[in-house]
């Protein structure tokens, strides 16, 4: 496939995406969930070892443990408009409250306007258009960093949002980007990787490496029990931009993004 039509296959998604959320978004106010002050959000947003993830429907915080690598890297899945980029800019701004220094991020994207609000933040290592070639070398980095960061209390999350958009286009970032999936975990370096399971047969080789998953809604059940196998709870019924599910050993937990700005 050209690199001319993959751009324009992204440009489709990114306008399906615009107008779901259009459709949708009149809909919010009906849904409620216990939200905890401002102030109690921002204090739990980092915890020392563990970051915000969400809100479970009676408030009480989704944590995610920065330095235990049995969670492995984290696949973000849903249908156009789910909100897979609305999570990982969450994990962004969380990771930025209320003290930077311990965790950066770095954004691979075919959208880098969407990202323009986070670039600013301190902790915001840079954003880069996946296509380019200095994606490949901000892998290049990550593997290079992998070896010292373990000795330190430094965490980086690598949130690549679209790696189906990716499918058919130069290679050069998947011997690295494979390496990451494999190791960075345990060396505080965290692949969160969005994809739309609408493509995701081009990507059946890369979802072995995910144990851990969040997913929003998914409106065919194929791709449904493809994401979770037998679905106890029902994809279709999730709100589209807000809500999610996540894979734990004893289940799947629901769960909305938490309000951090």
Same mark, same amino acid.
């Given at each position: 496939m050209s690199t001319t039509n993959q751009f324009f296959l992204a440009l /489709?998604?990114?306008?399906?995406? /615009?107008?779901?959320?259009?459709?949708? *978004?009149?809909?919010?106010?009906?849904?409620?969930i216990a939200r905890p002050e401002?102030? +109690?959000?921002?204090?739990?947003?980092?915890? %020392?070892?563990?970051?915000?993830?969400?809100?479970?429907?009676? %408030?009480s915080p989704v944590l995610f443990d920065l330095y235990d690598p049995a969670a492995g890297p984290v696949l973000v899945a849903g249908d156009g408009g789910s909100g897979k980029t609305?999570?990982? /800019? *969450? @994990?962004?701004?969380?990771?930025? @409250?209320?003290? #930077?220094?311990?965790? /950066?991020?770095?954004?691979? +994207?075919?959208?880098?306007?969407?990202? +323009?609000?986070?670039? *600013?933040?301190?902790?915001c290592?840079?954003?880069? #258009?996946?296509?380019? #070639?200095?994606?490949?070398g901000f892998l290049s980095q990550l593997v290079s960093w992998a070896e010292v960061l373990p000795e330190t209390?430094?965490?980086?999350? @690598?949130?690549?949002?679209g790696l189906d958009l990716m499918t058919g286009s130069s290679s050069q970032y998947q011997p690295d980007l494979r390496w990451l999936l494999t190791h960075g975990p345990e060396r505080q370096i965290w692949p969160v990787i969005s994809v739309?399971?609408?493509?995701?047969?081009?990507?059946r080789s890369w979802l072995?490496?995910?144990? +851990?998953?969040?997913? %929003?809604?998914v409106k065919n059940g194929h791709n449904a029990r493809l994401l979770m196998g037998e679905p106890t709870i029902s994809l279709a019924d999730l709100f589209p931009g807000r809500q999610f599910v996540?894979?734990?050993?004893? %289940?799947?937990?629901?769960?909305w993004l938490p309000p951090v700005e």
């Open positions: /489709q998604a990114y306008q399906e995406i /615009q107008a779901k959320l259009r459709r949708e *978004s009149h809909i919010l106010a009906d849904k409620e401002a102030s +109690t959000i921002r204090a739990m947003a980092f915890s %020392g070892s563990s970051l915000l993830v969400g809100l479970a429907d009676d %408030g609305a999570f990982l /800019q *969450s @994990l962004a701004r969380a990771s930025n @409250l209320p003290d #930077p220094g311990d965790v /950066q991020f770095g954004v691979l +994207t075919l959208f880098p306007e969407e990202w +323009t609000a986070l670039e *600013s933040l301190p902790n290592l840079g954003i880069w #258009p996946a296509y380019h #070639p200095s994606a490949v209390r430094q965490v980086v999350f @690598l949130l690549f949002d739309n399971p609408a493509r995701m047969r081009h990507l072995d490496y995910f144990h +851990t998953r969040v997913i %929003g809604r996540l894979s734990r050993p004893d %289940g799947w937990l629901k769960f």
